[in-house]
């Protein structure tokens, strides 16, 4: 098994569960506590991420990665929260002259939009303008409102990625908003699982990858980050209260389909790897909507 625990939701025989991956398979944790926790969320809520990940060191495998498929890790997130612009080359990208801002830009999606590792992201009717966007997950395991900088990664339970997909051109069909190219079904995903946080050297300096069909196309290092996990903690906390299972996408390198020249969209065909150190990769392919 990997050095860190990998801790997955997934469908098998049409029935959700939960287990940890290992490089061969799956330990059913869900098998084992279903009756006191109906998902990760609870598990999380519970406190009890790292009982399930000793729970499974040492167990053999009870079916094989070949019988399940992935969902998104966390099924029903109170609140998923997006961080636009937080890497300094995507502020220059914008080419308004304006310096870093000096707050983090945000927005919401709904857990509707996100499909699970190696499932396809959907291209939808309404435009072919589907891009990627390759980003860090937090999910909060201690909740809390007006939280201090110094103990804000005290309240992260598991990391996780995000391929935070988006319709380019809807982004930018009103004056004021994003909400309607963010929230297409499928067009995201996050997973492939959540590795548990237990030290701040898991996102200190970490790099971050994002590839189509083998050609790098995003590469940076959260060390750059304009806002750092402890700050958009301690930043959203102050105007909403943070309830365990909260997940927050903390925002994409430059070098998206959208910044290149001519724009590439994504098709029917691609591949979309987006990886992290120490967390995993999170793959996808690319579908139309029927």
């Not at 598990?43 to 992935?70: H, M, N, R, T, W």
Request: aromatic share 8%; charged share 25%.
């Amino acid at each position: 098994m990997s050095n860190r625990t990998r801790l997955a939701t997934f469908q098998r025989n049409n029935k959700l569960g939960y287990g940890a991956i290992t490089d061969t398979g799956v330990v059913d944790l869900s098998a084992r506590f279903g009756a006191q926790y109906a998902g990760l969320r609870e598990v999380i809520e519970a406190g009890a991420l790292p009982e399930l990940a000793e729970a499974a060191k040492d167990q053999p495998d009870d079916f094989g990665l070949d019988q399940i498929s992935y969902e998104i890790p966390i099924q029903n997130p109170e609140k998923l929260i997006c961080v636009g612009v937080n890497f300094p080359s995507r502020n220059e990208e914008y080419k308004d002259g304006q310096e870093a801002p000096p707050n983090p830009s945000l927005f919401i999606r709904f857990p509707r939009s996100f499909t699970g590792h190696d499932q396809p992201l959907v291209r939808p009717l309404a435009s072919p303008q589907l891009d990627y966007e390759g980003e860090i997950v937090l999910v909060i395991g201690k909740g809390g409102r007006h939280i201090a900088e110094a103990d804000a990664l005290d309240h992260v339970a598991a990391l996780s990625l995000c391929n935070e997909g988006t319709i380019r051109d809807w982004v930018r069909h009103a004056k004021f908003n994003v909400t309607q190219g963010k929230n297409f079904d499928s067009t995201g995903a996050i997973g492939p699982w959540l590795v548990p946080y237990e030290a701040e050297e898991q996102l200190a300096d970490i790099r971050l990858t994002t590839k189509v069909n083998g050609e790098l196309r995003q590469d940076d290092r959260t060390s750059r980050m304009i806002f750092s996990f402890r700050k958009l903690i301690n930043y959203i906390s102050t105007f909403t209260t943070l309830a365990p299972g909260d997940v927050i996408i903390t925002g994409t390198p430059t070098g998206a389909g959208a910044r290149l020249d001519p724009p590439q969209w994504l098709k029917p065909g691609d591949v979309i790897e987006v990886e992290a150190e120490g967390i995993g990769v999170l793959r996808n392919t690319v579908r139309d909507e029927v």
